[in-house]
């Protein structure tokens, strides 16, 4: 697989210059922590599909959802869906389940790879068809995930309980500056609502651990594993997003 084509397929969601942030940086600024980071891997590199979500913007969605790719398989090939049109001739693809289909933002205009109104019932429809899809959007609640999705843009329950990983990313500015947090990760449960796998407390600001996981991929053992492959990738202060892609790829194909 082109690794050099995925990761400017990564580069392109970075819209405000300067570097990619990688997963050393948000460990390192406390956005995830080490745990997080692993289960993280395991879960996007056994194929769930994800959606990563804030309503303000500059929290950090994009960049999450970036580094969240930089975790696929490394046969995994990313195909970013343009627009309406371009969704339309790809939900009719018969592919090799090897495609994480791509759309920058499920919202509003008028720009590059953005979906709204019925194009975005259809994204979340190819979970039905076995594929993997990849977005991010406006909410800062489940709820208010669910009533964009289902209530406003009217996908079927069933095809937002598909959506292996629900991540939620808080904005705060304190006395120091700004700090990003990832305060909720939900994983899929098949034929039920989306259970909480991780929380962020304030108060302590550390991350809670709500397992024992469900996933495909992430038991105790491979959870272990992927810990200390990101434990030495921040020993080793890799940053830069070709190298973090090409050390995940080498870790997962070994």
């Given at each position: ?7 400017e ?16 940086d ?5 956005t ?6 692993a ?30 790719l ?15 049109e371009?969704l ?5 693809y ?5 495609t ?18 019925g194009?975005?019932?259809?994204l ?16 800062d ?12 843009l ?15 990313i808080?904005?705060?500015h ?24 991780f ?8 991350h ?9 991929g ?18 080793r202060n ?17």
């Amino acid at each position: 697989m082109d690794q050099k084509r995925n990761v400017e397929q990564i580069e392109a969601l970075n819209q405000r210059g300067g570097r990619m942030l990688t997963v050393v940086d948000l460990m390192q600024a406390g956005t995830i922590s080490e745990e997080m980071a692993a289960y993280l891997l395991c879960a996007v590199s056994a194929g769930a599909s994800f959606l990563t979500a804030a309503r303000p913007g500059n929290a950090g969605k994009t960049t999450v959802l970036a580094n969240l790719l930089s975790f696929l398989p490394p046969k995994a090939r990313i195909l970013t869906v343009r627009d309406g049109e371009m969704l339309r001739e790809v939900a009719g693809y018969t592919d090799d389940g090897n495609t994480c289909y791509l759309v920058h933002e499920i919202g509003h205009g008028p720009f590059y790879s953005y979906l709204w109104n019925g194009d975005v019932p259809i994204l979340l429809g190819m979970l039905a068809q076995g594929k993997t899809v990849a977005s991010c959007l406006h909410a800062d609640t489940l709820q208010e995930m669910q009533e964009v999705l289902l209530g406003q843009l009217g996908v079927r329950e069933a095809d937002f309980r598909a959506v292996g990983l629900l991540l939620f990313i808080r904005m705060l500015h304190g006395p120091n500056g700004v700090i990003r947090r990832v305060s909720h990760v939900y994983e899929a449960v098949p034929g039920q609502e989306h259970r909480l796998a991780f929380s962020w407390d304030p108060e302590t600001d550390s991350h809670l651990q709500h397992g024992p996981f469900g996933l495909p991929g992430c038991g105790e053992a491979e959870i272990g594993m992927a810990r200390e492959f990101v434990r030495v990738l921040a020993k080793r202060n890799v940053r830069m997003l070709p190298d973090v892609r090409q050390r995940v790829v080498g870790y997962l194909a070994g």
